[in-house]
């Protein structure tokens, strides 16, 4: 069983900054791929970002250049850099992993909230 812990949510002030980091239960290199989701309510949620076990990296259009995906290996974690924050951006953020064999897993979710 996989366990995906995610951490550092909280309430910012637009233009400011947040780092969410998720821990896994093994090895982040053992998947296919892992990322960040979000889900505002009222909304499907949505890809944000993904890395790839190739270190490819992924963004939806409406961060690309403010948020910044990035994992350690070492400490089987992963994390999100969340820069010049928008009233937009307010959702609840989900910790993803796909591994090879189609199976994805998914954190408890951590709320972040932007203020205007």
């Known amino acids: 069983q996989v366990q995906l812990v995610e951490s550092g949510g909280g309430l910012v002030q637009a233009g400011g900054s947040l780092r969410l980091s998720c821990a896994a239960s093994r090895n982040i290199l053992s998947f296919k791929a892992v990322g960040w989701y979000r889900q505002a309510p009222g909304k499907q949620r949505e890809l944000v970002a993904s890395i790839t076990s190739g270190a490819t990296t992924n963004y939806v259009d409406s961060v690309e250049g403010r948020f910044t995906i990035s994992r350690d290996n070492a400490k089987n974690t992963l994390s999100l850099q969340m820069n010049s924050l928008k009233p937009e951006d307010t959702a609840v953020y989900y910790c993803?992993?796909?591994?090879?064999?189609?199976?994805?897993?998914w954190g408890q979710g951590t709320q972040v909230t932007v203020s205007s």
């Open positions: 993803n992993a796909d591994n090879i064999w189609g199976t994805t897993y």
